[in-house]
């Protein structure tokens, strides 16, 4: 039988890192088995703020791939204000931390960039995705966003091919998203945002959410809704839940891998970890914070400007690959979202390449959030809110107690769910 073609606009593509280029990645890699061919479109001389290489090795042999240029206005943003690179990954200053050229900058890219700075490439995409659905026949096309630009692409496509079957993949929500409201909108801009995303949940077939609580947002937005997680790939032998993962580790080491900016920094940890390194000398012999990616400088100088001081590891920016094998020599994996309850629907990408290592996770964000939800099914740790103090204290020395006597690896359960082959027959059985 012949496989069903899908169309897949996406800006993130290898060599193009991060969490956000792993969904469809992997969703390509292992559609053939459910009787799917993919098609790639993609910018052909992209902007990202993360690139690894590593992620190449994931892209299928003969697997199609069109590309065509996009114009952005970001290397010019760069020029003006070094600190716009941020924005590229939905990263801000915020409160004291802003320059007015921080300001203008989010100022513009609000309200000139509707939904953002990727929207050059909607027109020329539509012009040549049309000749190309006239020559070719595919079965679904699914847009991916942030950029949401990109589902304007889907939106204009499905206007003029009203047969064609649309997906449109939300990995982030789009007004929902906690920085959002951080993008300074006038009334005009807001109701302009808030109309395509409506036209957007309107006229696709399906919105694919990373989570329940958007799921559930989405539908009461209009959408038909479906939850497809992110999840872990069991061919990255690391990753593989039924190798047993043996730490090297002969310090007690808490990780974070990742990005983290100041809107999701856990300021109670950071005081909870100081006053047991002041007060425990036990664990302040044994411990060391780990950081692997990109930490904002002012974390890292507050942090620096405690008794943690010396207890820091800051690794820096690492492949996908060194990543991973970061997270398995850890005793402990960190994990954060915003504080707001409106993030509590975000699930990072990174929490299922945690859950696949069978280690420990500490989590910062809303009471209720969807991770909390996830930890608890799986046993795999605990999700505190940032107003938490005392509790963390009392968790991180049990986790130490245990580690010490060496049965910190608990048996999580329930995480094959969770694997992208997995995930992608449930998007096989959607399609």
Same mark, same amino acid.
């Given at each position: ?219 009461? *937005? ?42 999701? *920094? ?140 060496? *049965? ?24």
């Amino acid at each position: 039988m012949e496989s069903k073609k899908i169309l897949i606009i996406t800006y993130y593509w290898p060599p193009a890192g991060g969490p956000g280029v792993q969904r469809w990645l992997k969703f390509a890699k292992y559609l053939p088995e459910f009787g799917w061919k993919p098609i790639i479109f993609t910018p052909e001389n992209p902007s990202y703020p993360l690139l690894d290489e590593s992620l190449m090795k994931d892209v299928p042999e003969n697997l199609e791939i069109i590309k065509t240029k996009i114009w952005e206005p970001y290397q010019l943003a760069e020029k003006l204000n070094k600190s716009n690179k941020k924005f590229k990954a939905g990263q801000f200053d915020v409160g004291n931390n802003q320059s007015w050229k921080s300001k203008l900058s989010i100022w513009v890219r609000g309200n000139f960039f509707i939904p953002d700075a990727r929207v050059f490439w909607v027109n020329p995409s539509v012009k040549f995705l049309e000749q190309y659905l006239k020559d070719n026949k595919i079965d679904v096309v699914v847009t991916s966003g942030p950029p949401h630009s990109l589902h304007l692409i889907g939106l204009q496509l499905k206007k003029k091919f009203t047969d064609l079957k649309w997906i449109a993949d939300f990995r982030d929500p789009w007004t929902e998203i906690s920085y959002y409201k951080h993008l300074k909108l006038t009334n005009k801009s807001d109701k302009k945002h808030r109309q395509l995303e409506s036209e957007v949940f309107k006229n696709a077939d399906i919105t694919l959410a990373t989570s329940y609580t958007d799921a559930e947002n989405f539908r009461k *937005n209009g959408a038909n809704a479906v939850c497809i997680t992110n999840g872990f790939d069991e061919s990255d032998s690391a990753n593989n839940p039924t190798i047993k993962k043996i730490s090297t580790e002969t310090q007690f080491t808490l990780s974070y891998i990742g990005v983290l900016e100041q809107l999701r *920094n856990p300021e109670n940890l950071w005081k909870a970890l100081n006053d047991l390194v002041k007060t425990n000398s036990d664990f302040a012999e044994k411990f060391k914070l780990k950081f692997v990616g990109r930490i904002d400088d002012k974390i890292l100088q507050s942090i620096e400007n405690s008794s943690l001081k010396k207890h820091i590891e800051n690794l820096g920016y690492l492949s996908h690959d060194k990543a991973i094998d970061k997270m398995s020599n850890s005793s402990m994996l960190l994990i954060t979202n915003f504080p707001n309850p409106s993030s509590k629907g975000i699930i990072p990408g990174k929490i299922f390449e945690y859950l696949a290592t069978g280690k420990q996770i500490i989590s910062f964000g809303p009471s209720e959030a969807d991770v909390s939800k996830i930890l608890t099914e799986t046993k795999a740790g605990k999700h505190f809110s940032y107003e938490d103090s005392e509790t963390i204290k009392q968790f991180i020395l049990e986790k130490f107690e245990l580690w010490k006597s060496g *049965n910190l690896a608990e048996n999580t359960q329930n995480i094959e769910q969770f694997s992208r082959r997995n995930l992608t027959k449930q998007l096989s059985e959607i399609l």
